[in-house]
């Protein structure tokens, strides 16, 4: 027989019962409260206690008050077939849609109370406004979704592109948006909107915005081995560093760089101080933002070079900023007009400079657990990406040779 899990503050309870011609009937059980009635003796005097704790305290009986609703849905007791058991699951499904339903009701007529969710709700306008309380540093990645969002509604459901309902939102429609932002965003870029979008799904979830979880098992899968991200050659490192143009922020310059020879992320490049720089052991330590507090390894320590001690320049007041550099946007932009004075055809981001740092080390012989050390990776699975992308350049180099004809 299916185990139904109910939750005590459920009201009602979904309860089942075993039929004599053994299915299982489903139906709705109400707690109504209870009655206390004073307990009379023979002639109709109040009964009180006589020892113990209660001594002299009257006696009452309790009755508990239930309901009973039939659904007038049932389960196959012993499901053989896979189509059984797929039956078994749709109908438990639409059992608990209509118990979470008619406790929505029952609360409603009996305590006045009403779910948050049952308001006037537009989802739309209440994630923007869990942006506009957001605090941490993936607040563009949130902007971004729900931009990704209002598109795909307004591409494929026209009806709800201004205003939609938190119950609105279906398990179907959020396959289709795994879809979109798949179409739209490759690799890691669909799966960071998608958990992102999650995180505001969870929170109107636990905020009774919402009842029903419509992303539960909808997942946006990516192969988190391919490295999906443009990088830089060395010969192509060589042709940036040759260029300079008038109005050049020489700040974003020297950090970029910085980057391509450290292998360092934009949030830690920015945080760097003068204090994380040991002069005398020529070494830079410093706690990744990604993964402080998070993980065992969010240390990371680099040997610095006479190229990199250069362009941290001398030691200055410990607190001080290293580079000081704008925005992440800003930052993206003047890389990109810089990428295309140097004739790189290629989409290069921040972030490609530390895939281009991996890449071109292992290239050059580095061991992959030294790689991963660098790139404050805790184990080697999220390194041995750049493996596969240095395993393709040198079958692009083998395949760039002429033809061999015998």
Same mark, same amino acid.
């Given at each position: 027989?299916?185990?139904?899990?109910?939750?005590?503050?459920?009201?009602?309870?979904?309860?089942?019962?075993?039929?004599?011609?053994?299915?299982?009937?489903?139906?709705?059980?109400?707690?109504?409260?209870?009655?206390?009635?004073?307990?009379?003796?023979?002639?109709?005097?109040?009964?009180?206690?006589?020892?113990?704790?209660?001594?002299?305290?009257?006696?009452?009986?309790?009755?508990?008050?239930?309901?009973?609703?039939?659904?007038?849905?049932?389960?196959?007791?012993?499901?053989?077939?896979?189509?059984?058991?797929?039956?078994?699951?749709?109908?438990?499904?639409?059992?608990?849609?209509?118990?979470?339903?008619?406790?929505?009701?029952?609360?409603?007529?009996?305590?006045?109370?009403? !779910?948050? /969710?049952?308001?006037?709700?537009? =989802?739309?306008? +209440?994630? @923007? %406004?869990?942006?506009?309380?957001?605090?941490? *540093?993936?607040?563009?990645?949130?902007?971004?979704?729900?931009?990704?969002?209002?598109?795909?509604?307004?591409?494929?459901?026209?009806?709800?592109?201004?205003?939609?309902?938190?119950?609105? !939102?279906? /398990?179907?429609?959020?396959?289709? =948006?795994?879809? +979109?932002? @798949? %179409?739209?965003?490759?690799?890691?870029?669909? *799966?960071?909107?998608?958990?992102?979008?999650?995180?505001?799904?969870?929170?109107?979830?636990?905020?009774?915005?919402?009842?029903?979880?419509?992303?539960?098992?909808?997942?946006?899968?990516?192969?988190?081995?391919?490295?999906?991200?443009?990088?830089?050659?060395?010969?192509?490192?060589?042709?940036?560093?040759?260029?300079?143009?008038?109005?050049?922020?020489?700040?974003?310059?020297?950090?970029?760089?910085?980057?391509?020879?450290?292998?360092?992320?934009?949030?830690?490049?920015?945080?760097?101080?003068?204090?994380?720089?040991?002069?005398?052991?020529?070494?830079?330590?410093?706690?990744?933002?990604?993964?402080?507090?998070?993980?065992?390894?969010?240390?990371?320590?680099?040997?610095?070079?006479?190229?990199?001690?250069?362009?941290?320049?001398?030691?200055?007041?410990?607190?001080?900023?290293?580079?000081?550099?704008?925005?992440?946007?800003?930052?993206?932009?003047?890389?990109?007009?810089?990428?295309?004075?140097?004739?790189?055809?290629?989409?290069?981001?921040?972030?490609?400079?530390?895939?281009?740092?991996?890449?071109?080390?292992?290239?050059?012989?580095?061991?992959?657990?030294?790689?991963?050390?660098?790139?404050?990776?805790?184990?080697?699975?999220?390194?041995?990406?750049?493996?596969?992308?240095?395993?393709?350049?040198?079958?692009?180099?083998?395949?760039?040779?002429?033809?061999?004809?015998?």
């Amino acid at each position: 027989m299916a185990k139904l899990e109910a939750k005590t503050k459920e009201n009602p309870r979904l309860e089942q019962n075993i039929l004599s011609d053994g299915r299982v009937s489903l139906y709705l059980e109400y707690y109504l409260g209870r009655e206390q009635t004073p307990i009379l003796d023979k002639d109709g005097n109040q009964v009180y206690y006589s020892t113990g704790a209660m001594a002299g305290k009257p006696k009452f009986s309790v009755k508990h008050n239930r309901r009973k609703e039939n659904l007038n849905l049932y389960l196959m007791d012993k499901p053989r077939t896979p189509i059984e058991r797929q039956t078994n699951k749709e109908t438990l499904e639409l059992a608990l849609k209509i118990r979470a339903e008619r406790e929505q009701e029952f609360k409603e007529n009996t305590l006045g109370y009403r !779910l948050k /969710k049952e308001r006037n709700i537009n =989802f739309l306008d +209440y994630f @923007q %406004s869990y942006i506009d309380s957001y605090t941490k *540093k993936d607040i563009r990645m949130l902007e971004g979704v729900l931009k990704r969002f209002k598109d795909f509604l307004s591409e494929n459901y026209v009806e709800y592109a201004q205003v939609i309902k938190p119950e609105q !939102l279906t /398990k179907d429609m959020m396959a289709e =948006f795994v879809e +979109y932002l @798949q %179409s739209k965003s490759v690799g890691e870029g669909a *799966k960071g909107y998608y958990q992102r979008f999650k995180k505001v799904i969870h929170y109107a979830i636990d905020k009774e915005v919402m009842l029903k979880n419509p992303c539960k098992g909808v997942t946006c899968k990516v192969d988190d081995q391919m490295l999906r991200k443009d990088v830089l050659s060395n010969d192509e490192i060589t042709a940036l560093l040759q260029t300079t143009y008038t109005g050049q922020n020489p700040e974003i310059r020297r950090a970029f760089i910085f980057c391509l020879y450290t292998g360092m992320r934009h949030c830690d490049v920015v945080e760097l101080k003068y204090r994380n720089v040991d002069y005398s052991n020529r070494l830079l330590r410093f706690e990744q933002l990604k993964t402080k507090g998070k993980s065992a390894s969010s240390g990371v320590v680099i040997p610095l070079n006479d190229g990199l001690l250069k362009l941290i320049g001398e030691s200055k007041e410990k607190d001080d900023f290293i580079f000081i550099l704008p925005s992440h946007t800003m930052c993206n932009k003047a890389l990109k007009r810089w990428v295309a004075r140097a004739g790189i055809d290629k989409h290069i981001t921040w972030h490609c400079g530390r895939h281009s740092f991996a890449v071109n080390i292992l290239n050059n012989g580095a061991n992959i657990k030294t790689v991963a050390s660098l790139l404050g990776h805790s184990g080697l699975k999220h390194t041995e990406k750049y493996t596969r992308a240095v395993d393709e350049l040198k079958q692009k180099a083998i395949d760039s040779l002429p033809e061999l004809k015998l």
